[in-house]
């Protein structure tokens, strides 16, 4: 099948799946829709990291539409008011700009840039306010797009979020340590690591400054709600790492689920991703069934009060976004220039990114001058 027909970029391609990354029942049962603000979010994103200097001006110019980052999210929180997709479309493009940076420290050495940034990431993340005019790029960047986070919900959401993120960059040290050292993580403890460096909790967060509303733990902890959630962020983590594994075997990679199994298991390649497409479908398929156990739950809140209903609609916003990120992600993987390694001179660099010496990646060499 050809990714999205009708294409979400300016000069729409049409992008063949191969056959071993197809999902027929994520193409059937998970239309994709885009939010209308789209067109803006993709222009004004663009500019903002630009005018943030997080990728050098030609390739922005080159490769920021093609990487398809806010083709992501606009098919993702669906009914969020502009100004908040915009902030979560700008942070999303910073993750994948700090996810680059990460990779580039690991690949160059750079122990002690990485733990620079690392530190004062923990910093900024509880007062980015101070941190807005940071030299490093990548600190004002990050302090620039979750100040922005922070200023629609209360200081309660904001609090969890910071709580979630923290942890997060402790995952990426994690990962860090164990792609210099070579370490493969067994299946268990690389499944548990994942959920926090694909940054499950974070972009469930996201999900209620998008619905307008914060919801109430027993709402978030309720379990149908909390298994539709985790579900759609598994189907997300493991798909990307099948359509990744080529990309990161190149790269000399350990952080990934096949290469977990091929090392621990004795799975060959071949096994490994049909390990990997199975568990990728059973997460659609249960996802489809606590959907529905979601929305009932969803229903029970409207209690005939202003608060019940309010609630109730949020919850509906939410799950109905949790659905909307199968097919965002499914997408995303056959349109996005980061996933397409096979047209990539060095199948273990990007071309997106700056890969010069010490002190020359991605524009931002505070952590190394």
């Given at each position: 099948?050809?990714?999205?027909?009708?294409?979400?970029?300016?000069?729409?391609?049409?992008?063949?799946?191969?056959?071993?990354?197809?999902?027929?029942?994520?193409?059937?049962?998970?239309?994709?829709?885009?939010?209308?603000?789209?067109?803006?979010?993709?222009?004004?994103?663009?500019?903002?990291?630009?005018?943030?200097?997080?990728?050098?001006?030609?390739?922005?110019?080159?490769?920021?539409?093609?990487?398809?980052?806010?083709?992501?999210?606009?098919?993702?929180?669906?009914?969020?008011?502009?100004?908040?997709?915009?902030?979560?479309?700008?942070?999303?493009?910073?993750?994948?700009?700090?996810?680059?940076?990460?990779?580039?420290?690991?690949?160059?050495?750079?122990?002690?840039?990485?733990?620079?940034?690392?530190?004062?990431?923990?910093?900024?993340?509880?007062?980015?306010?101070?941190?807005?005019?940071?030299e490093d790029a990548l600190l004002a960047g990050f302090a620039d797009s979750v100040a922005r986070l922070y200023s629609f919900l209360p200081g309660t959401w904001n609090a969890r979020f910071a709580r979630h993120f923290h942890a997060v960059i402790d995952a990426y040290d994690r990962e860090f340590h164990n792609r210099t050292h070579g370490v493969v993580p067994r299946v268990d403890?690389?499944?548990?690591?994942?959920?926090?460096?694909?940054?499950?909790?974070?972009?469930?967060?996201?999900?209620?400054?998008?619905?307008?509303?914060?919801?109430?733990?027993?709402?978030?902890?309720?379990?149908?709600?909390?298994?539709?959630?985790?579900?759609?962020?598994?189907?997300?983590?493991?798909?990307?790492?099948?359509?990744?594994?080529?990309?990161?075997l190149a790269g000399a990679e350990v952080h990934n689920l096949g290469i977990s199994l091929i090392a621990h298991e004795g799975l060959t390649l071949e096994e490994a991703m049909e390990e990997l497409r199975r568990r990728v479908r059973e997460c659609v398929v249960e996802f489809i069934a606590v959907e529905r156990d979601a929305l009932r739950f969803a229903d029970g809140l409207d209690d005939g009060t202003v608060r019940g209903k309010e609630l109730s609609n949020a919850v509906h916003t939410c799950v109905g976004n949790m659905r909307n990120w199968f097919s965002s992600v499914y997408w995303f993987h056959h349109e996005s220039g980061r996933y397409a390694v096979d047209s990539w001179d060095d199948r273990s660099t990007p071309p997106y990114v700056t890969n010069g010496d010490v002190g020359d990646v991605l524009d931002t060499a505070a952590g190394e001058k």
């Open positions: 099948m050809l990714a999205f027909p009708t294409g979400t970029t300016s000069t729409p391609t049409e992008v063949a799946v191969p056959p071993s990354l197809s999902l027929p029942l994520v193409e059937a049962a998970f239309p994709r829709r885009l939010h209308e603000y789209w067109p803006k979010l993709q222009e004004n994103t663009r500019g903002w990291l630009l005018e943030k200097r997080l990728m050098p001006a030609d390739k922005v110019a080159e490769y920021a539409d093609g990487l398809c980052y806010t083709d992501l999210m606009a098919g993702y929180y669906l009914g969020a008011p502009d100004e908040v997709l915009q902030a979560i479309a700008d942070y999303s493009a910073w993750f994948f700009v700090w996810d680059d940076r990460h990779d580039r420290d690991i690949v160059h050495g750079r122990a002690a840039a990485w733990r620079r940034l690392r530190d004062r990431l923990h910093t900024a993340l509880d007062s980015p306010w101070d941190h807005l005019h940071h403890a690389y499944l548990e690591l994942r959920r926090l460096t694909f940054a499950h909790w974070i972009w469930t967060d996201l999900l209620e400054p998008s619905a307008g509303l914060e919801l109430p733990d027993a709402v978030r902890k309720h379990p149908a709600y909390r298994r539709a959630a985790l579900l759609s962020q598994e189907f997300a983590a493991w798909y990307n790492d099948l359509c990744s594994l080529p990309k990161e």
